[in-house]
């Protein structure tokens, strides 16, 4: 190979190892070609202006207050669609793939707003029985 190639080769590989750190996506469970989404959420919250705040935290639960599952979850997908300086975290405090419910804690950056999308996938057949 050229030395121009190992440097196109070097250059794409930087690039891709600085895309991979800064996404924060991020998955539990399987997520296979039988599952469906079963529910979708985007969840955006904007910081106060007029309040210094160190960051916004927030409890997202599945399925939302007055609803029930008839399914039991085997993957959850969290998408942060914030600007690449503008991320947040996501912890799955309860719940989860296995489980008919979940609650996921999401936290900004300081100052910074929350603008996510929650993906909740279970098998195509009703796997709860009542």
């Known amino acids: 190979m050229s030395p121009h190639k190992y440097s196109q080769l070097i250059v794409a590989s930087v690039l891709a ?57 085997t993957g959850i997908r969290l998408v942060d669609n914030g600007l690449p300086n503008n991320y947040g975290y996501a912890v799955l405090k309860s719940g989860g793939p296995g489980y008919p419910y979940s609650t996921i804690e999401i936290k900004s950056q300081r100052n910074k707003p929350i603008n996510m999308s929650i993906s909740y996938y279970a098998s195509a057949l009703k796997n709860r029985r009542y």
């Open 17 to 73: 190892l600085i895309v991979g750190v800064l996404a924060h996506d991020v998955h539990w469970g399987d997520i296979g070609p039988g599952n469906k989404v079963v529910a979708f959420e985007r969840v955006t919250r904007k910081p106060n202006p007029l309040k210094l705040q160190f960051s916004i935290l927030t409890n997202v639960k599945y399925p939302p207050k007055g609803h029930t599952s008839i399914y039991n979850l």
